[in-house]
């Protein structure tokens, strides 16, 4: 049985809109766990009162320059230290053009800040294609289930 009412924040940045693509498929996946919500916001758009309303977290990133993008970081920088992340469940996505190793910086970063990933993360060659969907999809399902059977144990 689930209990109603975990909360899924999926943030992410997209400057042209494949990583944008990628959230949506993430949020359309945890959505479809019965009991679970989601909220979708843009890293740029992140405001820490989020936080109160948050039992876990996907977090997706282009590859700039080997890296997350500079509103990405922005989102770690501003919940170091903050004890609503910590020991809460996290996914990580993210797109890249060509030798990619975003979704490694995005869990490094992630657990630095005390976010515990679930599952390893999906990344996506430019624009998600079919079978890159059903990956995403099936990484936010992953989130919303450990969510929903967390709040069993
Ligand atoms: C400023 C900039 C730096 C980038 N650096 C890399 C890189 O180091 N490695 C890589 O694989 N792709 C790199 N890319 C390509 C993007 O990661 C890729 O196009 C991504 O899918 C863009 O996501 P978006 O459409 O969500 O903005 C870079 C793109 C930009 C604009």
Known sequence: ??????RI???YHSSSGNTRRAAELVAQGAFGVEGVSVETV????????ILDRMDGIALGSPDFFSYVSGEVKCFFDRVY??????????????THGGGGKVVKVLERLSTSVGL????????????????????????????????????EE
Request: aromatic content about 4%; hydrophobic content about 35%.
């Open 116 to 151: 515990v990933r679930i599952c390893p993360g999906v990344l996506v060659k430019g624009q998600p294609g079919t079978k890159d969907e059903a990956r995403l999809r099936d990484l936010g399902r992953a989130l919303g289930l450990r969510l929903s059977k967390g709040s």
């Open 42 to 49: 843009p890293a740029d758009m992140f405001d820490p009162d």
């Open 81 to 94: 230290r903050d004890t609503r992340v910590d020991g809460k469940p996290f996914v990580a996505f993210g």
């Open 9 to 11: 924040l999926v943030l």
């Open 1 to 6: 049985m689930s209990t109603p009412g975990r």
